[in-house]
């Protein structure tokens, strides 16, 4: 069965610093991979997926995320963290089945002044 | 601009009522979905549909039932709430494109508490 760890519950980054969230999944085919974003009190915004192609994916709010097959991994990076981006994020595999997705635990990613 | 909206934003209830979470969409997608949220589990799918009457069980489907009787409204019954059903509860819609993965578009989600 597919699987989704994001293995860093918490995050804390300075404002102005880079920042890396780690996502590995486990699917026997092709994954169709997704980051999420969620505010405080909020559902959840797409940043970027990926489904095939070019593997360094661009979304919004200036997030990119690079696929590796080599290691199961879709990890999300940014290289400035603004004080707003202070949110808890999900990585998610579409599934087998049609049209679901399989999340991650989620990271809370927290920005110090 | 799409939207998925849900009925409540916050719900508090008491044990053994029965509840109703309503979420509609305004996409005219096909398929939706009701997760539950809680801390340190991530989302977990509850029930999903794919078409009008057509309801599948997800992951944790006990306690819970659903109803789809029209394409853009799809709802989440707690027959008899219970202490353990206290979370947030997100609803979603996605297209069915056949072949591929799509985006799911999130509502903002019901934070239920059961007393």
């Given at each position: 069965a597919q699987s989704v760890t994001q293995p860093d519950i918490h995050i804390t980054v300075s404002e102005g610093a880079s920042l890396e969230l780690r996502c590995n999944y486990s699917y026997g085919a092709t994954p169709y991979l997704f980051w999420y974003v969620q505010s405080p009190g909020q559902g959840l915004q797409l940043l970027l997926k990926y489904f095939?192609?070019?593997t360094l994916v661009q979304g919004i709010k200036g997030f990119e995320a690079e696929f590796k097959r080599s290691q199961s991994s879709f990890n999300l990076r940014k290289p400035s963290v603004h004080w707003s981006d202070a949110a808890e994020y999900f990585c998610a595999v579409g599934a087998q089945d049609f049209q679901k997705l399989v999340f991650g635990t989620g990271t809370r990613l927290l920005v110090s002044p | 601009d799409v939207k998925v909206t849900q009925s409540s934003r916050y719900l508090v209830k008491r044990t053994g009522e029965k509840v109703f979470l309503e979420c509609v969409q305004?996409?005219?997608?096909e398929n939706m979905f009701w997760y539950r949220q809680d801390p340190g589990l991530g989302l977990r799918l509850i029930y999903f549909s794919y078409d009008v009457k057509m309801k599948e069980k997800g992951d944790i489907p006990e306690g819970y039932s659903v109803s789809r009787e029209k394409k853009e409204r799809f709802s989440l019954i707690l027959e008899s709430a219970s202490t353990n059903q206290t979370s947030m509860y997100l609803c979603a819609s996605s297209p069915p494109i056949a072949g591929s993965y799509n985006e799911q578009f999130f509502g903002p989600g019901t934070r239920l508490t059961v007393l």
């Open positions: 095939s192609g070019d | 305004d996409m005219d997608h």
